[in-house]
């Protein structure tokens, strides 16, 4: 079938280059620059930028076509805000695919209202809640991270594996919170463990004292923080520091980053967490393709250089720059048979689909997407150290 596709993808490529040719193809970068995750969003920003520079460069993409990205702003939690600003690309600045959004919340809002109503392909590096593997996208939906489901499984497995077999769970109050503690209670407590209490909390209030009290009053050897770095998640690490109630976390995707240890240093030694990664070859030629323009390890970094980078392959495929037309080769370019591309190796991609072949993108994350449209699921595991991470190992 791939086969069938790709030469039908080679005949509407040859088609289609005469008025492709020199054109400036619009790309929205849909991510929360400001909000509960706006540490995080320039270096996931910038890996996506990087793959469309790269492509702009080659001048191997539909006849010698640029790529221009529009960045959006989602906010992470205020979905007409995130709608609106999608809205503002597709109709104002005419962008031809989306790159995000980030926070699930905001994603499934901006595909609902938005992309399917205009037709256009969404690929998000960092939504994971397991609830948008099921929502109508009319084929548009994709997802290099992987759902929550699956990091429900991997926190059960590290949790179980340090001894920790009884938790108290604090969520965030929206789509990506509950998802995952509703995975992850699922998991858990199917592998044998207890979760004493699983509530949530509002993001970006001023005093979590009453939640904490409650968390604490329920007990657990360890505090899971199902929330945002830049949000409620560190408010609830705080008060429960300050109050003694646990000293120790499990900290999911969503609390990674710099800003973490920042605020708390070795106050939340000996905590654990994961989130997704790899030590895949593409990992490292991403780090070196990157260079010090931007922290390439950071959180959905190379997810998002990768989504970029399956928009841009998929339209070559397809011989076009319309998400209707390109929207069915995204899964083909991403998985076998084919050459595989890694990082720094997109012209090369774009070269191989020209010419009718086949590309198995594996790009920084060691993207294979399943089911819906989503990433498989790689998972790095650390532990903080000295006040810093440690990577233990990948799962």
Request: proline share 4%.
């Amino acid at each position: 079938m791939k086969n069938l596709l790709t030469a039908t993808a080679a005949t509407a490529l040859m088609a289609g280059a005469a008025f492709a040719q020199g054109d400036e193809i619009k790309i929205g970068v849909i991510l929360g620059f400001t909000g509960p995750l706006e540490s995080i969003t320039p270096d996931m920003a910038a890996g996506a930028e990087l793959a469309m520079a790269e492509v702009s460069e080659s001048g191997a993409l539909l006849g010698g076509s640029t790529v221009t990205p529009v960045r959006g702003d989602s906010t992470c939690i205020d979905a007409g805000a995130a709608t609106a600003a999608a809205e503002r690309l597709i109709t104002s600045d005419g962008v031809k695919a989306i790159m995000g959004a980030d926070c699930s919340g905001v994603t499934g809002a901006i595909l609902a209202n938005v992309a399917l109503a205009n037709g256009i392909v969404m690929i998000s590096p960092s939504a994971t809640s397991p609830g948008l593997s099921t929502a109508e996208d009319n084929g548009l939906f994709f997802r290099t991270a992987p759902s929550d489901a699956r990091q429900g499984v991997v926190m059960t497995e590290v949790l179980l594996e340090e001894g920790i077999d009884t938790v108290a769970v604090s969520y965030v109050n929206n789509d990506y919170g509950k998802g995952l503690a509703d995975a992850f209670q699922a998991a858990f407590e199917a592998a044998g463990g207890t979760v004493t209490i699983s509530a949530a909390h509002e993001d970006q209030k001023a005093d979590y004292s009453a939640e904490v009290g409650a968390l604490a009053a329920a007990g657990g050897d360890r505090l899971v923080v199902a929330g945002y770095v830049d949000g409620g998640g560190s408010g609830i690490v705080r008060a429960s520091i300050d109050s003694g109630a646990f000293d120790t976390f499990h900290f999911p995707d969503g609390m990674l980053g710099q800003a973490l240890v920042d605020n708390f240093g070795t106050e939340i030694d000996g905590s654990t967490g994961q989130n997704p990664g790899t030590d895949s070859p593409g990992a490292a030629l991403f780090k070196d393709l990157a260079g010090d323009s931007f922290d390439p390890t950071g959180p959905f970094a190379p997810e998002s250089y990768d989504a970029a980078a399956l928009i841009m392959l998929a339209m070559q495929a397809a011989g076009s720059a319309e998400s209707g037309d390109f929207k069915d080769h995204v899964m083909d370019v991403a998985n076998t048979p084919g050459e595989q591309i890694f990082p720094g190796e997109l012209a090369k991609g774009l070269e191989i689909l020209a010419n009718g072949g086949d590309v198995d993108y594996v790009g920084a994350s060691a993207v294979e997407l399943i089911g819906p449209g989503e990433s498989a699921g790689n998972y790095r595991q650390y532990v903080i150290e000295d006040g810093d991470y440690k990577t233990v190992k990948f799962r």
